[in-house]
């Protein structure tokens, strides 16, 4: 099947620029601890995507080399030495900090929690990435986190550097009290440590947190470290409009992982390699995740005209042919602490859904749910990755072999780092979209129409048309953050289509991304050098 996949793509790519795999002969090695993972049907988290990165840097290793050649002084041997030294770099994760602190609960008893945050490559700052609270957090977990960060950032071009922490605690054993103390010291321990700032490291919500624990983070540096800081409110994105978030952030996700699909799915080569039409119409999807990422991704394909069937959640999976309304699902989870089971609108269904007929299934849950035992029976042909790594090497191959599009998360994803980059350009700039020139625009555009009407002396011959209506009733916050967004995954797309172009890497969306955003980071790091201090 990959081999019908080959022609046609490789028809959209100029000849000159494909990087043929032949030409060169690799320098890059897969470290030696790596060699095991792409047949592993468990590897580590932080494992598989130092894999996939080390699969990407190879491809694209001889395309860096050549591009040093601007140094017309250095030699052959040199470029390489610098390349391998960048690719080593981008690579590594530059902190990785544990703290363990004590609390008292609410009944007397004491007890140790541990937390994390890790640093990736610092080539840009601030760092960004969320916070989650499971009891799966360990260092193995934020550290593959953080090195996704980096290259998701890179993907969608916002500047930022990557990271990601985490609490080791099953949230839902914690009253709010105990979860405000348990926020409010792991922020006091990132501080002390400098390990997070406006300028250092920008947290955001992530798996069981939200705008309230956010809340909490932002208190807590505006009453201490960061009292005298005029951009206090940039510790943090995702918060609450009231104290400085931005309308949108919430379901940026979700949104996001919409119009990434839409890029592919309105792309009528791309679906032409599925042997789908064009657009949503009738498409089928199954949701694992129910939860912000699941739920707000599921709203958006259902308003574009596709059908929900399925939704797998942690405890139970619905399924209704019918199709089930995201809406009315989300009142539902939201009023029922969190759970989608006793839904009367979709049968009840134990076991996974993974594996079900669908058209396109979007795995929004947690990482490493395709693995080499179940992605032999995906029927989808279109995979959505709305979580951080949910396919493992070894599912990634096979389901490519099987010819299956995979919208990597690096970019799937990335709606909700999008948007919290224009809350943490709000905050810094101290003025919400919108409130200095939308309003003057709006009357550029009537007076243009009442001048033309008016020179023309025919009563309001002149109208906008709907799209420029559309665009001069674009005033509100959120109408003005969703076209920034459509702007970023519409450039990283186009992107990411022509790597997979230059490089013939077929189906290969994932190793496509990683070039992409490895280019951009090992350009900045290239051009700042390497410090010896
Ligand atoms: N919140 C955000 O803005 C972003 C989140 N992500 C990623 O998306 C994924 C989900 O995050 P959120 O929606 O924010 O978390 P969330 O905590 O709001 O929801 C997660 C949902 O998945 C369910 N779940 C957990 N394990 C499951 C399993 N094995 N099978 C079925 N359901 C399961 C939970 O019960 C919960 O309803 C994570 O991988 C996260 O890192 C990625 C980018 C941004
Ligand atoms: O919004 C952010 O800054 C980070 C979101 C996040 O943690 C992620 O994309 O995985």
Redesign the pocket.
């Known amino acids: 099947m990959l081999n019908l996949l080959k022609p046609k793509i490789l028809m959209l790519a100029s000849p000159k620029v494909i990087y043929s795999l032949s030409a060169f002969r690799y320098k890059h090695e897969i470290p030696k601890h790596l060699e095991k993972v792409p047949k592993e049907k468990d590897p580590s988290f932080s494992q598989m995507i130092e894999y996939y990165y080390h699969a990407a840097a190879q491809v694209m290793e001889p395309m860096m080399i050549k591009e040093l050649e601007k140094y017309p002084y250095m030699k052959k041997e040199q470029r390489e030495q610098r390349v391998s030294a960048m690719l080593k770099l981008m690579g590594s994760t530059t902190n990785l900090l544990e703290v363990t602190f004590p609390i008292i609960r609410g009944d007397g008893r004491y007890e140790l929690i541990t937390g994390y945050r890790a640093h990736h490559t610092r080539h840009r700052l601030p760092l ?3 916070i989650r609270y499971a009891m799966d957090v360990d260092a193995d977990e934020i550290r593959a ?1 953080a090195y ?2 980096a290259f ?1 950032t890179a993907c969608v071009n916002v500047p ?1 550097g990557g990271s ?1 922490g985490g609490i080791r605690i099953d949230p839902k054993k914690y009253t709010a009290q105990e979860l405000q103390t348990i926020t409010r010291r792991y922020t006091m321990e990132l501080l002390r440590r400098n390990m997070i700032g406006p300028g250092i490291d ?5 798996v069981n947190t939200g705008e309230r624990e956010m809340s909490w983070l932002v208190d807590q540096y505006v009453k201490t470290f960061g009292y005298n800081d005029v951009n206090a409110l940039a510790i943090t ?2 918060k609450p409009v009231a104290i400085g978030g931005i309308n949108g ?1 919430t379901a940026a ?1 979700g949104r996001g992982l919409f119009k990434a699909a839409e890029c592919f799915l309105n792309d009528k080569d791309w679906m032409d390699l599925l042997g789908w039409k064009t657009g949503w119409k009738d498409k089928t999807v199954i949701v694992q995740g129910f939860g912000n990422v699941g739920s707000h991704a599921s709203l958006f394909v259902v308003e574009a005209g596709a059908k929900l069937i399925g939704v797998q959640e942690i405890d139970v999976s619905l399924v209704n042919e019918n199709g089930i309304d995201p809406k009315d699902l989300m009142d539902y989870y939201t009023k029922n602490k969190k759970s989608v089971k006793g839904y009367m609108k979709a049968k009840e269904k134990s076991g996974s859904l993974l594996g079900e007929k669908c058209d396109i299934l979007m795995p929004c849950a947690t990482q490493k749910v395709l693995t080499a035992e179940n992605a032999g029976s995906v029927q989808a042909k279109m995979i959505l990755e709305g979580a ?1 790594g949910p396919s493992t090497p070894a599912a990634d191959e096979i389901l490519r072999k099987k010819n299956v599009l995979i919208v990597p998360d690096m970019y799937c ?2 709606g ?2 999008t ?2 980059y224009f809350e943490y350009l709000k905050n810094i700039n101290h003025v919400s979209y919108g409130k200095m020139h939308v309003k003057r625009e709006q009357a550029m555009i009537n007076e243009i129409f009442n001048s033309l009407n008016s020179a023309d002396k025919g009563k309001d011959k002149f109208k906008p048309n709907v799209d420029l209506e559309r665009i001069r009733d674009c005033t509100r916050e959120a109408d003005i953050v969703d076209a920034g967004l459509q702007t970023v995954m519409e450039t990283a797309a186009e992107g990411i289509k022509q790597v997979a172009n230059e490089f013939a890497l077929c189906n290969d969306l994932r190793t496509a991304a990683f070039i992409y955003s490895i280019l951009k980071i090992f350009r900045a790091l290239e051009v700042t050098g390497i410090s010896q201090q």
Do not use: E, I
């Not at 920008?202 to 992530?206: C, E, I, L, N």
């Open positions: 960004k990435g969320g986190l996704l960060m998701k930022f990601k920008v947290p955001a919500p992530d994105t995702g952030r996700t951080n994803n990335a909700g780092v948007v919290s």
